[in-house]
């Protein structure tokens, strides 16, 4: 029922599939790692955008409140940065599972 001919044949499948098995998880891994990448970099620009309108308002409207923009600067930036740890603690599980995947 079971013979060498079928160890052969199922040999054969796994061979046959393990490539492509290895070429969908990269490819799902490049994806997560391009769409990080660009969430990041929105995030940034939003970021930026924000910092840019309070910047402009606060010296529009009221010249003297300095402390005001310092804040809200370092609100900014510090999301800023936990999107930017984010984006790399992704990166790095992507990595990771794509060479236990592969090896």
Do not use: N
Request: charged residues 5%; neutral net charge.
């Amino acid at each position: 029922m079971f013979d060498e001919h079928c160890l052969v044949v199922l040999y054969v499948m796994r061979t046959a599939l393990w490539p492509s098995v290895v070429v969908v998880v990269v490819v799902v891994a490049v994806v997560v790692v391009v769409v990080e990448v660009v969430v990041m970099v929105v995030l940034v620009v939003i970021a930026a955008v924000a910092v840019l309108v309070v910047v402009i308002v606060v010296v529009v409207v009221v010249k003297g409140v300095v402390l005001v923009v310092v804040v809200l600067v370092v609100v900014v930036l510090v999301v800023v940065v936990v999107a930017v740890v984010v984006v790399v603690v992704v990166v790095v599980v992507v990595v990771v599972v794509v060479v236990v995947v592969v090896l």
